[in-house]
């Protein structure tokens, strides 16, 4: 359970963190993400005994897969709760993956990509849903009827 807590933990700092390095320092997606996952990567790879090998291990992949999902356009997506939605969804993927992705190259990238793409349309129809909402409350109150 401790793992799952560090790993999504891991996941959310991932994605936000690459968002706001890449948008506030205007270092560019791919520099950020590349920044920050060297970053961790040497942290874990320098102090290997802090966590568990479990989290030694793992932790380091997390954050580079969450930081592609970071990697978003401010102009289209970008938003950090939906962020760290897609990061918590990541990380929840990627503890349970068990071994369906074994041997396929670019697991994390396709990761992001399902974690992304699952933010993205749910909170779509969220909104359109309440779009379509108000939309009719608007008709209802005018009092127009759909005739033939």
Do not use: H
């Amino acid at each position: 359970m401790n793992d799952l807590i560090m790993t999504t933990v891991a996941g959310i700092l991932g994605a936000t963190l690459t968002f706001c390095v890449s948008e506030r320092y205007q270092l560019g997606p791919i520099r950020s993400s590349a920044l920050l996952s060297i970053a961790v990567g040497l942290f874990f790879y320098s102090f290997p005994n802090i966590f568990n090998p479990y989290l030694t291990k793992n932790i380091p992949l997390v954050f580079m897969g969450t930081s592609f999902i970071g990697m978003v356009s401010a102009k289209s997506y970008g938003s950090y709760f939906r962020l760290a939605v897609a990061g918590n969804l990541f990380s929840i993927i990627y503890c349970n993956k068990s071994l369906f992705f074994e041997g396929f190259g670019g697991a994390l990238g396709a990761l992001a990509f399902i974690s992304l793409l699952t933010v993205i349309s749910v909170s779509d129809l969220i909104a359109r849903k309440t779009k379509m909402k108000r939309v009719y409350v608007r008709v209802r109150r005018r009092g127009w009827t759909y005739k033939n």
